[in-house]
T-cell receptor, first 113, second 112 residues
Framework: EAAVTQSPRNKVTVTGGNVTLSCRQT?????MYWYRQDTGHGLRLIHY???????QIGDVPDGYKATRTTQEDFFLLLELASPSQTSLYFC????????????FGPGTRLLVL | GDSVTQKQGQVTLSEDDFLFINCTYS??????LFWYVQYPGQGPQLLLK?????NKGISRGFEATYDKGTTSFHLQKASVQESDSAVYFC???????????FGSGTKLTVEP
């Protein structure tokens, strides 16, 4: 079973704060994704990557940066956090681009005061 | 653009009831369709995958069917159990990067 871990699991920050969410997968998957989950919206894609150094923009990228430093590690950066970014964030990975299963981490709950 | 609509926000059933959740989609071609399930405190996990080749998938007592004519796909189970209580998401993938488009989710509560 593919393993995806996220840290921290919970985070509280203030408006204007700087937050980094971390994701690691240890299954040599090429593709990694960041989603946010909000009631009534399901999961919405923020950024994704198909390899170290690569970054692609998702559907809701405003206010977020991301960086894929290695095949295993994908980071989501909120440099000036706003209350609208209070959400549950999930990272996922998949081995290929061919309509493959995505494996999700346990999520990070972020509260921006 | 591509989209997925899942109108049933909440469904409450009793054990052994029949479950039916429907999704509709809008794309220009025939996508691969997925059902993901999310248990409390966890990330979503794959329940079923349905391709244009097979039109149907079965897993853990759940069945997913794809109707290209009405651009809809649904999830059903003949007899739900309390342990099936979870949020169910339909999703489709269209792009070359395996990007998933999710519906808004259906929260299923099964009462004993």
């Amino acid at each position: 079973e593919a393993a995806v871990t996220q840290s921290p699991r919970n985070k509280v920050t203030v408006t204007g704060g700087n937050v980094t969410l971390s994701c690691r997968q240890t299954n040599s998957h090429n593709y990694m994704y960041w989603y946010r989950q909000d009631t009534g919206h399901g999961l919405r894609l923020i950024h994704y990557s198909y390899g170290a150094g690569n970054l692609q923009i998702g559907d809701v990228p405003d206010g977020y940066k991301a960086t894929r430093t290695t095949q295993e590690d994908f980071f989501l950066l909120l440099e000036l956090a706003s209350p609208s970014q209070t959400s549950l964030y999930f990272c996922a990975s998949s081995p290929t681009s061919n309509q493959d299963t995505q494996y999700f981490g346990p999520g990070t709950r972020l509260l921006v005061l | 653009g591509d989209s997925v609509t899942q109108k049933q926000g909440q469904v409450t059933l009793s054990e052994d009831d029949f479950l039916f959740i429907n999704c509709t989609y809008s794309t220009t071609t025939y996508p691969t369709l997925f059902w993901y399930v999310q248990y409390p405190g966890q990330g979503p996990q794959l329940l079923l995958k349905v391709t244009t080749a097979n039109n149907k998938g079965i897993s853990r007592g759940f069945e997913a069917t794809y109707d290209k004519g009405t651009t809809s796909f649904h999830l059903q189970k003949a007899s739900v159990q309390e342990s099936d209580s979870a949020v169910y998401f339909c999703a489709l993938v269209m792009s070359n990067y395996n990007v998933l488009y999710f519906g808004s989710g259906t929260k299923l509560t099964v009462e004993p």
